[in-house]
């Protein structure tokens, strides 16, 4: 985490497949349940909790749906995996093992191919290994049957430090964020922030003699800071640590 702070041979294969298919087919669906999931306050409809030898499991394309990214299929490896934003996680058919941006991750119920779709189980996407992938907080109501995914911020709230004759207003800031001054002039500053997002629109009125405001409004890729200061404020300096 960073922080920012402001300073005032074929043939055969294709029998092979064709024959699996036709057992899939033939195999009965999976005991599912309908549940709520909601990504960031949307709800995403047609979601099912499966039941896989008896654990609770997403299918990897609804997982896809709530977190996304994009999946991948090995088949002579009999792996599959989910790509977001330049980490991976692989899934194995029939282990009970992940690999999580390159470290293994353990769960209870291996992953299962059943009729064209691979389960997995929900014990992993609540684990922290998957929420620190997907970068959300996932979160599971058994008895109101909902599913909560909330994508962390790439730009935090901001805090404030004043001492006399300096405030600070420092932001926790994902890796992978940029940033400029879009614009500054007589007593405001506006800096964008690329590739990374605010939770929601913010204004934040301050008491203090140099800063009196902060207005934080997310955009779809980017963020802008829009700064105002009191007249006693010298040019603000921005860095990043």
Not at 147 to 168: C, E, M, N, Q
Not at 216 to 221: H, N
Request: charged share 20%.
């Amino acid at each position: 985490m960073r922080f920012f702070r402001f300073f005032f041979s074929g043939l055969i294969v294709f029998s092979i497949g064709a024959a699996l298919a036709n057992a899939q087919a033939r195999r009965p669906p999976l005991p599912s349940d309908p549940i709520m999931a909601v990504v960031e306050g949307r709800l995403v409809r047609g979601v099912f909790l499966v039941q896989v030898e008896g654990a609770p499991c997403l299918s990897l394309r609804d997982l896809q749906r709530l977190a996304g990214g994009r999946l991948s299929w090995r088949r002579p490896s009999r792996e599959v995996s989910l790509s977001l934003e330049g980490r991976e996680a692989v899934f194995t058919l029939d282990a009970s093992t992940a690999v999580v941006d390159g470290r293994a991750v353990a769960f209870g119920t291996p992953v299962r191919w059943w009729t064209g779709q691979a389960y997995i189980p929900l014990d992993f996407i609540l684990g922290s290994p998957f929420q620190s992938f997907s970068r959300s907080t996932i979160s599971w109501n058994p008895s109101q049957k909902i599913l909560s995914v909330d994508p962390v911020p790439d730009i935090s709230s901001p805090h404030f430090t004043s001492a006399p004759g300096k405030t600070s207003v420092v932001f926790d800031v994902s890796p992978r964020v940029e940033w400029r001054v879009l614009r500054e002039g007589e007593g405001f500053l506006i800096l964008r922030f690329f590739g990374g997002r605010a939770r929601s629109r913010e204004k934040l009125d301050v008491q203090d003699p140099l800063i009196t405001s902060v207005d934080i409004l997310p955009r779809e890729r980017s963020t802008d800071v829009v700064m105002s200061f009191g007249p006693s404020a010298e040019r603000p300096i921005a860095v990043m640590e």
